[in-house]
């Protein structure tokens, strides 16, 4: 199985709680699709601390539904906007 990935986003926050969240456009050549996969991790940096780790996917248009404007989502938007735009411009120069 291929799967093509494109970070969207990445913060870290810490040190004594370590909170890290990741959103990435992911596409499965085999199955054909295409989705937003988004880890994320805590961890309490203490003697006999907690980690917690969690990924998930999503619809493209539910990740663009949820949580606000995240640079995740302006991201996804910068993507979208070019990959139409390539395709608008390419439709005119063979017009």
Do not use: N
């Not at 199985?1 to 990435?24: F, H």
């Not at 248009?61 to 302006?74: I, S």
């Amino acid at each position: 199985m291929a799967i093509l990935k494109r970070e969207l986003y990445r913060q870290t926050t810490g040190p004594d709680v370590t909170y890290a969240d990741r959103s990435a456009l992911v596409f499965d050549t085999d199955t054909k699709t295409l989705y937003i996969e988004r880890d994320e991790a805590h961890l309490e940096a203490q003697v006999g601390g907690t980690v917690d780790f969690r990924t998930s996917r999503m619809d493209i248009a539910d990740y663009l539904k949820c949580g606000g404007q995240t640079a995740g989502h302006r991201e996804l938007w910068r993507l979208l906007k070019a990959l139409f735009d390539a395709d608008r411009d390419a439709t005119r120069s063979s017009d």
